[in-house]
């Protein structure tokens, strides 16, 4: 039978995918709550300079690893949390092989330890399991409109796969699994070349060049800020009795692409064109989830709006670009917020 873990501070956590974007961020939040933390990374799309802050901290530990290679781990675990995939498509169509093995393989690895351990464990899945929907907003009962045989599908399929393993060991009673599917974040810390459409506009943005949209720029997202996807996250971990079910989190509110790069070029004050290129192939065309469960469940929602959550990453990506971005963007200069305090708080 599952273990029930302890609630509270003081937890032993595993982190995978740790000193990613936001592995990194969650990593800080569980440190500020008193939490212990191992992350582990294989740094194929994490760094170690997202968690290079935390490595003198007494109750961190960072491990070089790849979780589709088994991983022991000595001192008793109380949680896991596996976020360790590439998440945007130029990244995980790089290797698609790995990315599908590091969903299945890797997931599989992860919980093996977490059965061992009797750690809690929480599977990082994706709304790119509903595919293109025919379904909107999504619900997390509709079974998606996903291609098995695409250049996304090493990650739609894989991640699929890796609730279908969650929910086997949940339901055989071996793990006390919990799957969240995680809408578009962003936020500091994202890389600039990631492919992210945020980031990608950001960048160009900041370094003078004309945007880049995709299509005709009506298809829309919703954008969740990182400070918000973490609390999600650990409240999710934290509530019992474990839902049974997968768990939408991300932020409703729905925005075309066109209206996201309008957003963005009005915070930096070089007037760039756009370019518009070809849709890729298996690009949703509407995204938004339904986050009644989260609500209901986890008394959830995220308080970030757009605009407000923008202009801290703009902010962020013109201090790490520096040079000719530093001197030309005018992100608003609010007071900033700690994401590891914001999230920590949303906890108590």
Known sequence: MLQVNRRGKGKTVLVAGGAGFV????CDALLARGDSVICVDSYITGSPEN???LTNHPSFRLMKHDICQVLEIEEPLDQIYNLACAASPPQYQADPVHTMMTCVAGTGNLLALAERHGASFLQAS????YGDPAEHPQQEDYRGNVSCTGPRACYDEGKRAAEALCFDMLRAGRVDARVPRIFNTYGPRMQANDGRIVSNLIVQALSGKPLTIYGSGMQTRSFCFVSDLVGGLMAL????????????????????ISELASMI???????????????PKDDPQRRRPDISRATELLDWQPTVPLAEGLGYTVEWFTNSLGGLARQQSTAPRRPRREVETQAATEQG
């Open 23 to 26: 592995g990194s961020h969650l």
């Open 51 to 53: 968690v290079r802050p």
């Open 126 to 129: 994706t709304s790119e399991v």
């Open 265 to 279: 070029r009005s915070m930096v004050p070089v007037r760039t064109g756009i370019v518009y290129k070809p849709l």
């Open 237 to 256: 971990m934290d509530v019992r009795p474990n839902p049974g079910m997968p768990v939408n989190l991300g932020n409703p509110g729905e925005f075309t």
